[in-house]
């Protein structure tokens, strides 16, 4: 049942996916203002520090600019939801524990919201962000300890980075990869795994992450390999290994034919 005296959440980021959040936080109560990107992110704060949160709803390569403009007095309201996303790219600005989501779900321009699995949240607006997603029957549910929830972003990262850069070579849907390109699908995952390593500073399990990927597989089998930023993806993934010095074998190959 809503709440009708629920708190106002910020948005930077009106796109496909902020859409629907910001869809889900009206449901439950929550008005919602929106921050343009083309107006100054401090003034538009300055003029509603009652907030009680501000999404960041802004596609990667855009992440490092938003959180750059945002005032050190709001880290605590800040909530994430970006793809690719580590505790590094929040810390390097100075966050110590935003409210961060890894989204399971999938919308398309014109087409109805399609979920895969059930979308983790950890952090102190948690349950309101489970709320919104719960209240337009996206599943999703709060994660209580930090290092579970790093776990489901390295899940996340995995699964997204392996089907956008192996799709590269092998095009179709998940299904078709893991079935038919399997070897393939698995150095990719192998090297992806190695530099979330490199980008935490420690070894994870890694068959608890490739299985975490299969449970995405599984979610949505016709889902497509390759979305429009596959390129940049890729580009990035290199970047990444470059600055920390690792070799990604598999992954190079793949440039050295798509980039």
């Not at 880290?75 to 989204?103: C, Y």
């Not at 997204?160 to 399997?182: C, F, K, P, Q, S």
């Not at 979330?196 to 990927?213: F, K, P, S, T, Y």
């Amino acid at each position: 049942m809503s709440n009708p005296f629920a708190s106002e959440w910020g948005l930077i980021g009106a796109g496909e996916i902020g859409g629907v959040l910001a869809h889900g936080l009206l449901k439950t109560g929550h008005p919602v203002f929106p921050v343009g990107r083309n107006t100054s992110i401090e003034a538009s704060l300055a003029a509603k520090p009652d907030l009680e949160a501000l999404l960041v709803a802004v596609g990667e390569k855009d992440l490092d600019t938003v959180l750059e403009q945002i005032p050190n007095a709001w880290f605590d309201r800040v909530v994430l939801i970006q793809n690719e996303l580590l505790p590094g790219d929040w810390r390097k600005h100075g966050m110590e524990t935003p409210t961060v989501a890894s989204i399971w779900f999938e919308k398309k321009p014109g087409k109805p919201v399609k979920p895969l699995v059930s979308s983790p949240v950890h952090g102190a607006l948690a349950d309101d962000l489970v709320a919104a997603m719960q209240a337009l029957d996206i599943p999703a549910h709060r994660v209580n300890d930090a290092d579970e929830m790093l776990e489901e972003l390295v899940i996340k990262n995995v699964y997204i980075l392996t089907t956008n850069i192996a799709g590269l070579e092998t095009g179709g849907d998940v299904e078709h990869l893991w079935n038919d390109h399997r070897e393939l699908a698995e150095r990719v995952a192998s090297d992806v795994i190695r530099l979330q390593e490199a980008r935490v500073g420690r070894e994870l399990d890694h068959q608890r992450l490739i299985d975490g990927m299969k449970r995405g597989f599984d979610g949505d089998p016709r889902h497509q390999c390759m979305g429009r930023s596959a390129p940049q993806r890729l580009q990035r993934a290199l970047e990444q290994a470059d600055s920390l010095g690792i070799d990604l074998t598999a992954i190079r190959e793949i440039a050295a034919r798509h980039l």
